[in-house]
């Protein structure tokens, strides 16, 4: 595990190339270097022969193509009107706190499911826009950046002495997201946040931007720049592996400051199957954690976010059970977000 040095903070480099090997110490040297990555840090660099760079690259253009296209284009395939919270989302939609929002855009894909018996709120047929080029282009990058999160889980699994294959039989309709992120050229940026701190809801995210702005926030509360590093994903953990490791991984708050230049970024959250119930998977005497429904708890903190999900609530068209506050997880900044 290599260590990159960014001022007075410091955030691990792990290879993850031999957990595609036959030989069980190659995958098991792989999953200690990530078990120790996440647990003193939770934010990390990932690279590894199995990265695909033309497909990012792909993915890229595919995006800015999107993206140039006039908003009433766009807004046919309002996220609004999907059935998994699939589609367009424009500026504005997002608000992490009230009466605030990011000057960004994007378009969210989910896993496509096209069956009926695991239907859910997040699991269904997925929103394209009449695009052949970027239906195949996004679900190509989709499926790649899956599959190296699938030989993470592998990893998760040997790092929580588990049997390797533990998560398998919870990943089969998984509602983990893509999203292509678009931040628009903003001269009047200043040196402020953007996103607000949050930490991701899911088990752990693998982020490919294509410029800075990210900030991580450390163990002394202070934020720091993450340098974008070629050939490289970003990788954090999230709300659902801090219950899974029974705290040994704690979710990392981050938010991305306004930047001034043209920005993308195309984070792909992995969870578990919609009905998994998310506890403690290691032995212990003590869990630190209450019993959380995988799905249920994603799409509450989806819906505190979303304004057309905030309206059907308002409205009494779309009742929430056991929903937690967003800012249930992770360490808490001592400072303003501002």
């Known amino acids: ?126 929103q394209w826009p009449n695009d052949l080029q970027f239906k195949t282009h996004v679900q190509n990058y989709y499926q790649h950046i899956k599959d190296i999160g699938h030989q993470l889980f592998h990893a998760f699994a040997l790092a929580l002495n588990l049997e390797e294959d533990y998560f398998d039989a919870h990943l089969k309709h998984a509602p983990s997201q893509l999203r292509l992120i678009h931040y628009p050229y903003n001269p009047d940026a200043s040196d402020s946040a953007g996103i607000g701190a949050h930490t991701d809801y899911e088990c752990f995210t693998l982020l490919f931007p294509t410029a800075e702005g990210l900030q991580v926030l450390n163990k002394d509360a202070e934020w720091m720049d993450i340098p974008l590093i070629e050939n490289t994903l970003i990788m954090n953990i999230g709300d659902m592996m801090e219950i899974l490791s029974n705290g040994r991984y704690l979710a990392t708050k981050h938010r991305v400051k306004k930047v001034k230049e043209e920005r993308y970024s195309f984070p792909l959250f992995f969870s578990c199957d919609y009905d998994y119930l998310i506890q403690p998977v290691v032995e212990t005497d003590q869990p630190k954690y209450a019993p959380l429904k995988g799905g249920e708890h994603l799409f509450n903190q989806t819906a505190q976010t979303f304004q057309y999900l905030k309206k059907r609530i308002e409205q009494g068209d779309l009742v929430l059970s056991n929903a937690r506050p967003l800012y249930s997880f992770g360490m808490n900044e001592t400072e303003t977000d501002a």
């Open 1 to 126: 595990m290599v260590m990159i040095m960014n001022e007075s903070y410091v955030l691990p480099m792990v290879d993850i190339s031999k957990l595609t090997s036959h030989k069980a110490p190659d995958r098991l040297e792989v999953a200690k270097a990530l078990d120790q990555a996440c647990k003193d840090v939770g934010f990390l660099y990932i690279h590894g022969t199995q990265l695909k760079p033309e497909l990012f690259q792909q993915l890229v253009n595919t995006a800015q193509a999107y993206f140039a296209q006039d908003e009433n284009i766009k807004m046919q395939n309002y996220i609004g009107n999907s059935q998994n919270h699939s589609g367009y989302v424009p500026i504005g939609e997002e608000q992490f706190k009230a009466n605030t929002y990011d000057l960004k855009e994007a378009y969210d894909v989910n896993y496509d499911y096209s069956g009926f018996t695991e239907l859910r709120p997040l699991v269904g047929p997925n």
